[in-house]
């Protein structure tokens, strides 16, 4: 059974940093492209960030270039997102996703 | 960035009826490898969102076989022939074939 389960969101103040971690399990995990999608409260959904199968390709969406990072490590089945110079607007719920799977989230609440 | 256009942006339909979401994008979908890689999803009240079609038209193995999508280049419609009561909730529209990938902003399934 394929699992995508996020950790590391939670309370942070602007202008800090914020890393969420993505488990991956039930599926060879350097087999697919992988990414993060956010969903603000009560709005649609947004992509984050891709990354290729070996992490040497990255993609981002423009709110997010040059403040956010997405790596992963195959031998640990994990996704990452580094997240810098978080701003209010950034608050959201932060999905890990892959080809037809998505995690059940987690919350990253941007304020002082 | 493409934009993706939802309609109607809500539904009330009764148990039985048929619905049928539009979505329409800023510029053709179909990409350099001859796939179109239209997708539809649906976020029931409280969940992450959850799996339905791929490329166009192509239900996912546990979807019932009452959804159907179809369309090419710009164009691409979500049908349910018969609406269920799980069949609730938001139902987005987003393309994977051009970076940065976009949603469409939704359509609320409510019933009658």
């Known amino acids: 059974e394929v699992q995508l389960v996020e950790s590391g969101g939670g309370l942070v103040q602007p202008g800090r940093s914020m890393k969420l971690s993505c488990a991956a399990s039930?599926?060879?995990?350097?087999?697919?492209?992988m990414a993060w999608v956010r969903q603000a409260p009560k709005k649609g959904l947004e992509w984050v960030a891709s990354?290729?199968?070996?992490?040497?390709?990255?993609y981002y969406g423009d709110s997010v270039k040059g403040r956010f990072t997405i790596s992963r490590d195959n031998a640990k089945s994990t996704l990452y997102l580094q997240m810098n110079s978080l701003r209010s607007e950034d608050t959201a719920t932060y999905y890990c996703a892959r080809h037809g799977y998505w995690g059940q989230g987690v919350m990253v609440t941007v304020s002082s | 960035d493409v934009v993706m256009t939802q309609t109607p942006v809500s539904l009330s339909l009764a148990i039985g009826q048929p619905a049928s979401i539009s979505c329409k994008s800023s510029q053709s979908l179909l990409g350099t490898s001859g796939k179109t890689f239209l997708n539809w999803i649906l976020q029931r009240p409280g969940q992450s969102p959850k799996r339905l079609i791929y490329?166009?038209?192509k239900l996912y193995s546990e979807v019932p076989d009452r959804f159907s999508g179809s369309g090419s280049e710009t164009e691409f419609t979500l049908k349910i022939s018969r609406v269920e009561a799980e069949d609730l909730g938001v139902y987005y529209c987003w393309q994977g074939t051009h970076f940065p990938y976009t949603f469409g902003a939704g359509t609320k399934l409510e019933l009658k």
């Open positions: 039930g599926f060879t995990f350097s087999d697919y492209y």
């Open positions: 990354i290729s199968y070996e992490g040497s390709s990255t």
């Open positions: 490329q166009v038209s």
